[in-house]
């Protein structure tokens, strides 16, 4: 079966914490999990730090990284999502996209016959929740025990922290302008 990751959530509390351990291993990087290995970088949304953290990161772990921009693939307009996922799938060991809707994402994951990596959607933002928490975790310890603030709108980063600092046993407190908070759902979710 195919894992991909697009929410925080998709992971178990064993696998979100081995992925954290591993990431601060030099022996994986070592090891280039990603050797000869094309990683399709979809960026329907585009981002300068994203893309050369993406980039980097393949490279460091072996891997070609191959960026392309969303007018390139003509998301539903060129071709199907699923279409898109199937020809990639074919050529690449790795599809990471950035997109506008969720929803794209998760069209990815299920015609992929690879794992699909959401660098961000409108709802979710797991990469840059697990960077976040290992720079946490560097400066202050493990989360289980502590509590993590997020001040401002409740918006894909929150959800995507929340659901990690939960998971790993912390507190997250939000703190967001009326009207731009957490709605009664996410925080019975979160809970």
């Known amino acids: 079966m195919t894992r991909h990751l697009l929410n925080i959530s998709d992971l178990s509390v ?22 000869g290995q094309g990683v399709a970088l979809i960026f329907e949304k585009p981002s300068n730090r ?6 980097m990161a393949v490279v460091q772990l072996g891997g070609h990284p191959v960026y392309t ?4 693939v003509g998301f539903d307009v060129r071709e199907s999502v699923e279409d898109i996922a199937r ?4 050529y690449h060991g790795v599809l990471a996209a ?8 998760a069209r990815l994951a299920t015609s992929s016959t690879v794992p699909v990596i959401n660098m961000l959607s409108d709802l979710s933002h797991p990469l840059q929740a697990l960077a976040d928490i290992i720079t946490m975790e560097e400066h202050a310890g493990p989360i289980s025990g502590l509590t993590v603030a997020w001040i401002g709108d409740y918006n894909n980063v929150a959800r995507s922290l929340g659901e990690a600092v939960c998971m790993l046993g912390g507190t997250f ?9 957490a709605n009664d759902e996410e925080i019975e979710r979160l809970a």
Do not use: W
């Open 14 to 35: 064993s696998e979100l914490r081995a992925i954290l351990d591993l990431s601060l291993q030099q022996s994986v990087r070592d090891a280039q999990p990603l050797n």
């Open 50 to 55: 994203t893309r050369h953290s993406m980039e």
């Open 69 to 72: 921009r969303g007018e390139e």
């Open 87 to 90: 020809i990639m799938s074919g």
């Open 98 to 105: 950035r997109v506008f809707k969720h929803s794209v994402v």
């Open 173 to 181: 407190s939000l703190g967001c302008p009326l009207g731009y908070d």
